[in-house]
């Protein structure tokens, strides 16, 4: 009954290889995020999805694309990982975009060698 | 620059003890101001979500203050327990325009509560 999930949790890969990230939530929610967590514990927006629609693109490298082929699926891919690609990436979903409350799911800790 | 500074970096109190965060912010248009917990390992969870046009609300031990005017917020932890040591996150929401849908989050007060 996971509101959020990701998977998976733990992802080690070498720099050059292509990986993907993947997140559901069963919430029914119209709106998915992405969100990026550094070694110093901030957390920063890369994008958004409402109703499989982009909203929001931060300034992130177009080596990451999301791809959302429904309303409670938000994956993510990176090419040609760089080893400032290590952190954490957080999914989180909301009612709609304008909504108060956002649920995270738990993280994949990415590590890039 | 819309932007969220949260003090202190770091805490360190005694079980029991109470204590108090700060944060403080620039964005504007500002729809509302939340406060998350995060634990090692884990994903943020909303403690509290506040509008513009609330002053204080509470959920359990936790009570956050905002001031709106000054642009400013507060998280009061009563009676520290071991299990508040956390990290705990402010961020604020825009409202419209550019800022429309888009969340701004302070680096985080990392709490640890000692027996």
């Known amino acids: 009954d996971t509101a959020v999930s990701q998977t998976p949790k733990y992802l080690v890969t070498q720099m050059g290889n292509d990986k993907s990230i993947k997140c559901e939530q069963n919430?029914?929610?119209?709106?998915m995020y992405w969100y990026k967590q550094d070694s110093k514990k901030f957390l920063k927006i890369m994008f958004s999805?409402?109703?499989?629609?982009?909203?929001i693109n931060e300034t992130v490298p177009n080596r990451f694309s999301p791809k959302s082929p429904d309303k409670a699926h938000l994956n993510l891919h990176i090419n040609s990982l760089e080893l400032g690609d290590s952190a954490v990436y957080f999914c989180?979903?909301?009612?709609?975009?304008?909504?108060?409350?956002?649920?995270f799911g738990p993280g994949t800790r990415l590590t890039v060698t | 620059k819309n932007q969220v500074e949260q003090s202190p970096q770091s805490l360190i109190i005694l079980e029991g003890k109470n204590c108090t965060l700060q944060?403080?912010?620039?964005?504007?248009?500002?729809?509302?101001l939340r406060w998350y917990k995060q634990d090692t390992g884990r994903g943020p969870v909303s403690l509290t979500i506040m509008t513009f046009s609330e002053n204080t609300k509470s959920n359990g031990r936790y009570t956050a203050t905002l001031d709106a005017d000054t642009k400013q917020s507060s998280l009061h932890i009563t009676a520290s327990q071991l299990s508040d040591s956390a990290s705990y996150i402010c961020?604020?929401?825009?409202?419209?325009?550019?800022?429309?849908?888009?969340?701004?989050f302070g680096r985080g007060t990392q709490l640890t509560v000692w027996p």
């Open positions: 999805y409402n109703n499989k629609e982009l909203i």
């Open positions: 961020v604020v929401s825009g409202d419209r325009g550019s800022t429309l849908g888009r969340l701004y």
């Open positions: 919430l029914g929610h119209d709106t």
């Open positions: 989180a979903s909301s009612q709609f975009i304008r909504s108060y409350e956002q649920y």
């Open positions: 944060c403080n912010y620039t964005v504007s248009p500002f729809s509302n």
